[in-house]
Every structure is written in structure tokens, then in C-alpha cells.
């Protein structure tokens, strides 16, 4: 069966240090990864996504970036954070259109 | 930006009454799904609804797509304490690679 692995589950970063998350994707292969942020109370955005190992769309130009080294692997960085990168980012792969998104337990990143 | 408008924005119930939750959304869709995120969780597939059908049914959930109106509903009948949660539309643009999240409705089930 499919799984997915998200950590850390909380991180609290002071601002202008780095920032690195990793998602990791077990039984399946050539997953769509994404990763979303969701603000307090709000709803998901799109920051990226990856349709195969080095391909990479950004969606929101921010200090962030993302990047696919192995195809079940997916990594959100940042050189270094502001307060508004505060957020719950959360991982999320599919297969095929007509699927369902599969989310990871999610990462909720505290910059202070 | 936002694809999806839930509504309403919470909606409190007693248990095993029915839940109706709103979504519409701006542009033409290759499907619609609708996800739970339990407080501080990750989210949950629920059920995924395609642009060419109109209703969809799995246990208790009911999902209805007019795409002439652009909007979707979802049903929750004979709601139970567990069912509290925020629950979100989301939909996928004709050929595109991503899901587009509404703002959310919070649901509360009170016993």
C-alpha cells in the first residue's frame, strides 16, 4: 500500500536561519508531489509541484524552493525564513488525474 | 488564488441531523474533489466528483456537480460527533497537473 511520510511534525525556526522539509512517498512510482501551505483558518495554497525527478513549478514566488532529487522524494527550502513563511505545509502525491490527492500528516513551521 | 468559495463559512448541527455545504467555483473543471482536515491534521480525500457526472454517492456522503452553475454541494445525512471538522472543495482545471482549494467550511456536530 501507499504511504506517505511528512517530519517534522513541528519546527520552530528563528527568522533568517534555513529551512529544509521532507516528503517521501512509499509503493507507488512517477507520483505528482505537491506541497501546499495553509494559513490559520484558511484554506491550501499551491507553493509546488513536480510531475518527475528536476521538474519543478513554482506557483508563488516567495523565498522558497522546492526540488525532486529520487522520484519519491520531495523537499521544501529555504535559505532564509521570514515570519511569513509561518504556516502548516503540508506534502500530498496522486497518480492520475482521476484520483484523490493523498496528504501527509503535515509540518507546522513557527518562525519566530 | 483561491478556485473555490465554501459556503457557508461554519455551520453548527446536532447530531444526526443532515449537513449541506456549499462550494462554487470560476472556471470549467476536469473534476471536484472534497477533502476533511480534522484540527491540526492533514487532509482526507473524501470523494472526487468528475465534470460529466452529477451525482455521487460513498456511505453517508452525497456530492452533487451542476457544472452550468459551477458549484457542487456536499451532503453529510445522520451527522456523528466524529464527523466535526473543516471540509474543503477543491477542483482540477481540464488538462492541469493541480487541485485548487476553496476556503473551507467548519463543521461542528454536537452531541
Known amino acids: 500500500s501507499q504511504t506517505i511520510h511528512q517530519w517534522p511534525a513541528t519546527l520552530v525556526q528563528p527568522v533568517g536561519s534555513p529551512l529544509s522539509l521532507e516528503c517521501t512517498v512509499e509503493?507507488?512510482?512517477?507520483?505528482?508531489l505537491y506541497w501546499y501551505r495553509q494559513a490559520a483558518g484558511r484554506g491550501l495554497q499551491l507553493l509546488f509541484y513536480?510531475?518527475?525527478?528536476?521538474?519543478i513549478s513554482s506557483e508563488v514566488p516567495q523565498n522558497l524552493s522546492a526540488s525532486r532529487p529520487q522520484d519519491r522524494q520531495f523537499i521544501l527550502s529555504s535559505k532564509k525564513l521570514l515570519l511569513s513563511d509561518s504556516g502548516f505545509y503540508l506534502c500530498?502525491?496522486?497518480?492520475?488525474?482521476?484520483?484523490?490527492?493523498?496528504f501527509g500528516s503535515g509540518t507546522r513551521l513557527t518562525v519566530v | 488564488s483561491q478556485q473555490g468559495e465554501e459556503d457557508p463559512q461554519a455551520l453548527s448541527i446536532q447530531e444526526g441531523e443532515n449537513a449541506t455545504m456549499n462550494c462554487s467555483y470560476k472556471?470549467?473543471?476536469?473534476?471536484l474533489q472534497w477533502y476533511r482536515q480534522n484540527s491540526g491534521r492533514g487532509l482526507v480525500h473524501l470523494i472526487l466528483?468528475?465534470?460529466?457526472?452529477r451525482e455521487k454517492h460513498s456511505g453517508r456522503l452525497r456530492v452533487t456537480l451542476d457544472t452550468s452553475k459551477k458549484s457542487s454541494s456536499l451532503l453529510i445525512t445522520a451527522s456523528r460527533a466524529a464527523d466535526t471538522a473543516s471540509y474543503f472543495c477543491a477542483t482540477v482545471r481540464g488538462g492541469g497537473n493541480k487541485l485548487t482549494f476553496g476556503t473551507g467550511t467548519q463543521l461542528k456536530v454536537e452531541l
Open positions: 500530498a502525491w496522486r497518480l492520475e488525474r482521476r484520483y484523490g490527492y493523498t
Open positions: 472556471t470549467s473543471i476536469n473534476n
Open positions: 466528483i468528475r465534470s460529466n457526472e
Open positions: 513536480s510531475v518527475g525527478i528536476g521538474q
Open positions: 509503493g507507488t512510482s512517477n507520483p505528482n
